[in-house]
């Protein structure tokens, strides 16, 4: 499970990681959680590789009524049954993946009322690209574009916290998981938690995992 991650990192990482600008709207956040707008990068079918605005939350295209009655929790998929689960068989048959790039993710331990949150991130201190699948649904609104975070089994780093941790790809293979011309074999494969040594964790203050843009997005031009 992936329910909340630390998009404070910088642009020109950004920018220098996937070539891209960040949309001029994004105004960077301590913690996100699900629901909340967060920057993807995918690449739609005819077009280029592009960075848009998501929600956090995958609205299939299939859903028909609004989106404060849509009840599903659509924030993490579970890599091993993604293809049968109703609401992410279409994104995922489709190819519709993405990178998701965040600083961090946080997990908690402990009892009820007294659970600890920890950190956790690359050991090196560069940012993490977890893979992920989205959504463009017609809403109330207008059309709105939403993703979904692919999680898989935790390595013996996570699995004191949790059982399960989001996907995370390496450099290497962040083009193959774009192009739906990828065989499907070499997606399935990435599907997998990453070696324990290339993560590292750290305690934290829970005030430091709540959601909070970095400036309100609706003040951003």
């Known amino acids: 499970m992936c329910g909340r991650v630390n998009g404070n990192f910088h642009p020109t990482n950004f920018r220098s990681m996937f070539g891209l600008l960040l949309p001029p709207q994004w105004p960077g956040a301590y913690a996100v959680a699900p629901t909340m707008p967060y920057p993807i990068v995918r690449l739609p079918p005819g077009e280029r590789v592009q960075v848009t605005l998501a929600r956090w939350g995958l ?78 649904w017609l809403s109330e609104f207008g059309l709105m574009e939403t993703f979904t975070l692919l999680t898989c089994s935790a390595n013996d780093l996570i699995a004191p916290l949790h059982d399960r941790q989001p996907v995370i790809l390496e450099r290497s293979d962040w083009r193959a998981w774009l192009d739906p011309r990828t065989p499907e074999e070499k997606i399935t494969a990435l599907l997998r938690p990453c070696s324990a040594d290339v993560l590292s964790i750290s305690p934290v203050n829970s005030q430091d995992t709540r959601p909070m843009h970095k400036r309100s997005i609706e003040q951003v031009a």
């Open 59 to 136: 609205v299939p295209a299939m859903y028909h009524g609004v989106l404060r009655q849509f009840k599903p929790s659509t924030f993490n998929a579970r890599s091993e049954d993604v293809k049968q689960r109703p609401s992410f068989a279409l994104a995922y048959r489709e190819a519709r993946r993405c990178l998701v790039m965040v600083q961090s993710f946080y997990e908690w331990s402990g009892k009820q009322g007294q659970r600890q949150p920890y950190e956790i991130g690359r050991a090196d201190g560069r940012p993490l690209v977890l893979g992920g699948l989205w959504e463009t």
